[in-house]
Each structure stands twice: as structure tokens, then as C-alpha cells.
């Protein structure tokens, strides 16, 4: 089907450009000229001079030979002018197919303009597709005029030469263009998969904390190995293709060689001369050889990558990874969840570092947050605020201490059942999947909820008015056309739906606005349970009970009255916040 599209168009490229191909045409021409004589002077340097005891006249013969490589390098220089001023314009137009093709689809969709694929196509595909079709013609070219010339000297030597060396020959060509189209296909196939696999794990990376505190490592790992292992079949069929490419080698390069020397007695009998079967290896092993073994490796490798960039280049819609969406049925009617007591949550002389040589982050840090207390947690970027986050989430397990969540240690919590049901983490990239909005919504509700109560969740987190403009519950989510603000209500809504009596937010209101992020966590302030807020305003931080300060070696925790009294890491952050507000 790539094919076909891309022939007309190929067509079309070639008509223009008629003069270009009649020069390359000449200069080609000198080439098979310089075939012709270098096998054939070989010969008749052999048969009418050196064999015949005419020195003079096998030295004169081979000093044809030697003529005929000046000619084929004068050739060789006036292929590679023509060749740039067919290939350059093949390159000028694909960076305007891909410029006018981006400028279309920012207008035609502002949410996917900042597309990092067209850096890609402007630079690197373009390239590819300049240097293989530059490689492909020069290739095919050299291949088709001194194959000419080759079976010209051939039937110029003793037409049953051709007997010999021209079945295989043609054996092993037809059999490697039988190959081209499945290489092609397998070609492709490999490299979607490498773009699905790739898609996967940014989509992975994107949300990994979201998929390793919701519990859902092992679905997200079943459809990543369901991945991988279609790209190694993809490439275990090419590499079976590709071995099949190689016997097309060896049946038309080597295997006119082999018939030559077995079929020499019956040569000789039927009157070839010794020059004539020497002037035919020459053909052979350094014309006929070279050239086939250029042509099938440039179409083989060059010439399927060629295909697909192309294919790639050419006008259609690009294709966009999708995210697997989590299994279940979340349409189902269900009772709003239940939420168990508000946890006590403990840290008790806490020490934490990324690997054993590396400095704590932090250290002996003791802090009690009691049943339904709001706590938010400041300090400067780095110190260990979304490290906290992590070890209450029972993310990450402390070197020291220890972290305890309803009395029990938390990271042995997260890997029982549905830690979901306990606590929820959202970090300050929210993750959202391709799917509806309602099955966004219900990521974390392992039981459902109804549509009043999905209604009522995000009415109190503000995002009523998104939720209108996207057309509803069940309008489709595509995560690229959101905002990162967008996304970051929808993670909020989903984390207020959840029955966990634990929600920790990291960070997660950074891309509101003050008022869109002051009603948020008011909603959560009054949701049951209880709240840890690692805070980026002010405002943010007043709205706790009290407040967390980290300062690498110490920990401050207080009223925000206290702390203007007792911190000055505090007061200084008070005083910066203040003044971006300014």
C-alpha cells in the first residue's frame, strides 16, 4: 500500500527532472564503456599477446585496461555533479511537505502545534530520505550500466559464456526483488513497534509514581511485555528475510563463479579461449560481483528505510500512541466509597539517603500528624519535600526509622491489596490517561461511585466548568490537549473521589491559579481525612493547621505565627513568596 502511494508521486518527481537523468545517462554510458574494455582487454592481452608470444601487444591491450579506469573515473566525477541536482530538490521538497504539513495541524489543532516530532522530520528523517535516495540511485545505476557492459564483453568473448554465468545471474536477482516488498513490510513492522514500545515507556515514565501507588504495576508490566515481545518477533522475522537476501547474494555472485570454473573442460571444448574464460572472471569478480553486492545491501537496507521514511514524510495524519486504559467496568453504578478512619501517621527518627555513599536527604526526623489534620510542608526546592511525600506513601522505605500508617509500618501497606483504599499520592505531573473522563475520574475508586457522587467531587475541586467544556463525563480525554492545570483538576477530582482517608498532594495545585488552587484544597480541608500539602504559596501554607518546615538538618513544625517567630528559613520563604506575588 506504501508503495503504491508513493510511486505516482515518484513518477512525477522523475518527469521533472528529465535532463538531469539524460546527463547521468551519459556519464553512465562511460562507465559500461570502461567495464566493456576492462574485462575484454584483459583477454585479448592474454590471447593475441602474452599466449601468442607478442609482448608489445599484451602490454599495449592492458594498457587499455588502464585507460579504460581513467575513463570510469572521469565517469565516476560527472555521475556525482548530476547527482546533486537531482537529490538536493528531492530534500528541499520534503522540508517543505513537512513544514506546510505542521503549519496546517498547529492551525488545525493548537493543542498538538509544540509537536517534538517535526524537529525529527525536519532534521533527521529528511536526511535519511537525501542520503539513501542519493545511495539508491548511484547504487542502481552503477548496477544496471555495468551489468551492460559486463554482458556485452561477455557475448563479445564467446557467446556461450552467457550459457554459463547469465542463469544464476538472473536466479538471483529475481529471487532478492522477490524479496523487497516483505523486507519492506517487516521493516515497518519493526520500527511501529519500536514507536509503540518507546510510547509506552514515556507514557510510563510520565506517570510512574501514579502507577506504582495505585497498584497497577502489574497490568502496566503485562502490556509493556506484550509490547516487547512483539518487537522482537518483528525482528526475528526480519533477520529471516534478511538471511534470505543473502542467498540471493550468494546464488548471483557466487554462484556464476563456481559454474565458470566446473564448466571450464566443456568451455575449452566448445572453443573459448583461456583469455576469453580469464577476461570472464574478470567480469565477474570485479564488475558483475561488486556491483550486485552494492545494489541488493543499498535495497535491502537503504532502500526499505527509504520506503518508510517516505511513508512517513508523505501527507496523512500522524499517528498518535495511545495509553492503555485501565481494565474494569467504571460505568457501573455503585454506592459512594466508604472511607475508613482518618489515619494517625507517625515518623519516628526517620533517616532517608539515595544509596549508601550518598548524604541523607533526610535525617532522625520525627513528626506526629494526627487524625484529620491538614499539614502542609514547605522548604526550598531539593531539600526532600517530595522524598517525604514518598516515604508516607510507603514508596520509598527509610534507611532509619521508621514510617507507621495506622499503626503499622507504610511501605509493607503499599504492597498489600489496594493501596489505593489506604492513600493516594499526586505529584505535581498529573497523569491522565487516553480514555473518558469518567473512567479518569474513577482510576483510584476500586468500587465505583455514582455519577452524583463523581458530580459532587468535582463541583467541590472547580472542575465543573472543564467538565461542561469537554462535553460531559463520557466525553473522550486526549492528554495532549490539556492544559497542565487541566490535567492537575482532573487528578485532584480523581483523588477526592477516592475512598483513601490519606491524601497527600505534591505540589499537585502548582499549575492553578490561587483562587482554581484555594478552592481545591479547601474541598479537600473538608473532605474526611486526613491532608499533607507540600505547599508553593503562601496562602497555601496558612490554610494547614500547621505547617512542616525542612531545612536539610532540621525540621520546624508549627502555626505560621509560631514559625515567623522561631524560623528564619521560614521567614525568608515568607519573604519570597511575597515578593513574587509583587
Partial sequence: MTGSRLLPQAVRFLGRRKRVLLKLSGWSLLESAHTFLGGYA??????????????????????????????GGLATGGVFRGLANLVEPLRDGLVRR?????????????????????VSRLTNQTEIARDSFAGLVLVARSFVFTSVGALFGLAALAPALLVVVAPPLLTGLLLFLATLAPMAARQRDFLCADEALSAQFGSMAQGLRDVVACGAGAPIAAQTHALIEQEAKSARSLARWASARSLALGIAGHLPVVLLLVAAPWLLRQGVTAGALLGALTYLTQALLPALHNLMNALGAAGTRLLVVLSRLSPGPDPRPTVPVPAGNPERPAPAPGRP????????????????????????LNLTIEPGEHLAV?????????????????????DKGEVRLHDRPAHTQAGRGDPSRL??????????????????LLYLCPDG????????????????PLVRRLGGFDAHVDPAALSQGERQLIALGRAHLSPAPLVILDEATCHLDPAAESRAERAFALRPGTLIVVAHRISSARRADRILVLDGLNATCGSHQELLDNSSLYRDLVGRWHAERI
Fill in 42 to 71: 584483459v583477454a585479448m592481452a592474454l590471447d593475441r599477446g602474452f599466449l601468442t608470444g607478442r609482448t608489445g601487444t599484451g602490454l599495449a591491450w592492458l594498457a587499455v585496461a588502464a585507460l579504460a579506469i581513467v575513463i
Fill in 98 to 118: 513537512v513544514v506546510t504539513r505542521s503549519l496546517d495541524q498547529a492551525l488545525a489543532e493548537p493543542a498538538h502545534a509544540a509537536n517534538s516530532a517535526v
Fill in 341 to 364: 478512619g482518618a489515619p494517625r501517621v507517625e515518623l519516628r527518627a526517620v533517616t532517608f539517603a539515595y544509596g549508601p555513599a550518598a548524604q541523607p536527604v533526610l535525617r532522625g
Fill in 378 to 398: 514547605v522548604g526550598p526546592s531539593g531539600i526532600g519535600k517530595s522524598t517525604l511525600t514518598c516515604l508516607l506513601a510507603g514508596l520509598l522505605e527509610p
Fill in 423 to 440: 492513600r493516594v499520592l499526586i505529584p505535581q505531573q498529573a497523569y491522565v490517561f487516553t480514555g473518558s473522563l469518567y473512567e479518569n
Fill in 449 to 464: 461511585a455514582s455519577r452524583s457522587t463523581v458530580d459532587a467531587s468535582s463541583e467541590a475541586v472547580g472542575l465543573g
